[in-house]
Nanobody
Framework: QVQLVESGGGLVQAGGSLRLSCAAS????????MGWFRQAPGKEREFVAA????????YYTDSVKGRFTVSRDNAKNTVYLQMNSLTPEDTAVYYC???????????????WGQGTQVTVSS
């Protein structure tokens, strides 16, 4: 089992920045990908970004490329999502997730956090 706890959400004006954190505990050594997803009101949950833990390779959905950066602090077992140049379209609940097998970084994650709200005002 892997437990995930997100933090860092909040209210920010358009053009601003936020950094989300995801603290992992439990059998973290079994994790292959750490991912970030988001779900806006009335929409399906969508992939945002992912990090391959053994190589550091990152993946992003097109709408956040150049604005969001996923990174990690191994000593703290924490993954971050730095979000810059935020727009109202980024408003959503953001979820951290862990996947224990290789394959696509965009689907079929095994463990999920509780989510943190990000609201971007215009």
């Amino acid at each position: 089992q892997v437990q995930l706890v997100e933090s860092g959400g909040g209210l920010v004006q358009a053009g601003g920045s936020l950094r989300l954190s995801c603290a992992a505990s439990g059998r973290t050594s079994s994790t292959y990908f750490m991912g970030w997803f988001r779900q806006a009101p009335g929409k399906e949950r969508e992939f945002v970004a992912a990090l391959t833990l053994n190589s550091g390779i990152t993946y992003y959905t097109d709408s956040v490329k150049g604005r969001f950066t996923v990174s990690r602090d191994n000593a703290k077992n924490t993954v971050y999502l730095q979000m810059n140049s935020l727009t109202p379209e980024d408003t959503a609940v953001y979820y951290c997730a862990a996947k224990v097998v290789a394959g696509s970084p965009r689907y079929k994650y095994d463990y999920w956090g509780q989510g943190t709200q990000v609201t971007v005002s215009s």
